[in-house]
């Protein structure tokens, strides 16, 4: 690296003074722990997830799981270059989406179940209708979203005709499906844009990215309306609050945490027993319980009000890479590196 020059070194000393003014703020108007203004609860048992069901199918590593709104389909995408979308109640393949591209990072089902994205490597985002089939069976490709200058990291339904997604070029874009245009983008992020969450509303989201922050967004907006400063690294996931009013996150720093957007700052700030980062987070639906997966091939648990460890479910043999929780909370859905989709209840 070549020594920064008097005016560079200047600036950031500038910036970082301005961050921890920031900080010491914020520790001003904090003027209680969650932890212990909590204390009095009454405590929350360890999770009694167990698995359901192993759904075997995908033939290499599986990146990438999410529920459609019916809570009872998910769809998972694999290396093996398939789409699978299961029955989670019967354990079923419901359908089997062979893909251009095998680099496959990120699936979205939408919230309607009648549609399925998915993108990676291939710097685009392909969306399916479930509904209609092409000439050899499989559901038919109704959009390939081309134009990015990255990978495509994440993309979630904003409705039947509406697709957010965000990317290694630092942008967040809004596609148009009927027309297939982009309706919105705009740079986002100091890093590649890895994780995106929508509220309960749709109304707004949260991104997270590599470069350690995560914001808050309107749907409507270019602008970030927040932005969060704590993880020491890559911020791999963030997951919002069914409440609508805080957000979690699972990052590679080995800690989850969870900030409120009231009092725009961290509240909570979790640890697991090992020593192993995070890929991916969820909240069940009372958000009581913080759910993360881990690289340790575990998806811890912890009571999000005590900040206690509340145990972890074991049964994947290699990394879990994402885990999707039940829009109705009664099902956790876990993916991992050693090729089968897991689901706990």
Not at 99 to 115: D, E, K, Q
Not at 240 to 264: I, V
Request: net charge negative; proline share 3%.
């Amino acid at each position: 690296m070549p020594k920064d020059d008097p005016e560079t070194a200047g600036l950031k000393k500038e910036l970082n003074d301005l961050i921890a003014k920031c900080k010491a703020d914020q520790e001003k108007v904090a003027d209680a722990k969650l932890g212990e203004k909590c204390g009095d609860m009454g405590d929350l048992q360890k999770i009694r997830f167990v698995t359901k069901k192993t759904l075997k199918g995908h033939i290499n590593k599986v990146n990438s799981v999410h529920y459609s709104g019916d809570s009872r389909h998910c769809v998972t995408g694999s290396l093996d270059g398939k789409l699978i979308i299961w029955d989670t109640w019967s354990g079923n393949k419901v359908q089997v989406i062979p893909l251009r591209s095998a680099w496959v990072m990120s699936v979205a089902f939408a919230p309607s179940g009648n549609f399925v994205a998915c993108g990676g490597m291939d710097n685009m985002c392909t969306v399916y209708d479930v509904n209609n089939r092409d000439a050899t069976g499989s559901a038919k490709m109704v959009r390939e979203l081309a134009g990015y200058e990255g990978f495509l990291s994440s993309c979630r339904f904003l409705d039947d005709t509406h697709i957010l997604t965000g990317s290694g070029d630092m942008k967040i874009c809004v596609w148009d499906l009927e027309v297939g245009r982009r309706e919105v983008e705009f740079d986002a992020h100091a890093g590649d844009v890895v994780t995106i969450s929508l509220a309960p509303d749709m109304k707004t989201y949260v991104t997270g990215s590599v470069d350690r922050t995560c914001k808050l967004w309107d749907v409507r907006a270019e602008k970030a309306k927040q932005t969060f400063f704590g993880h020491e690294a890559d911020v791999n996931s963030v997951c919002y609050h069914p409440s609508g009013q805080a957000f979690a996150t699972a990052s590679e720093d080995k800690t989850a945490r969870l900030f409120d957007l009231r009092s725009d700052q961290q509240v909570g700030h979790y640890k697991p027993p090992g020593n192993s980062g995070f890929t991916s987070c969820g909240l069940s639906l009372s958000g009581r319980y913080l759910l993360a997966g881990s690289d340790d091939n575990t998806v811890h648990s912890w009571d999000t009000m005590k900040v206690a460890h509340t145990g972890q479910l074991n049964g994947h043999e290699n990394r879990v890479t994402s885990i999707s929780m039940a829009p109705n909370g009664i099902a956790l859905a876990s993916c991992s590196w050693d090729q089968s989709v897991r689901v706990w209840g």
